[in-house]
């Protein structure tokens, strides 16, 4: 498994880790595509402080 595509117009980064037998994606893209954010990064941001509660976490996968 080297692809898998979830948005057909957004391009989102993604890698197959082998070993676990899983997909990792970039959480910043993804939210780029569904809310046509200027800036992902800041929208992430600001929704984190508005719900600590989810503890919400990510990372950044570096592109290939």
Sequence with gaps: M???NLF???????IWNE?????YFSVVDIV????????????????AK???SLGLTYGQIVPR
Excluded: F, H, M
């Design 2 to 4: 080297n692809s898998i």
């Design 8 to 14: 057909q117009s957004a391009k989102i980064r993604s």
């Design 19 to 23: 070993e676990e037998q899983q997909w």
């Design 32 to 47: 780029g595509a569904l809310t046509d954010s200027v800036n992902p990064t800041d929208y992430l941001k600001k929704y």
């Design 50 to 52: 508005e719900i600590p």
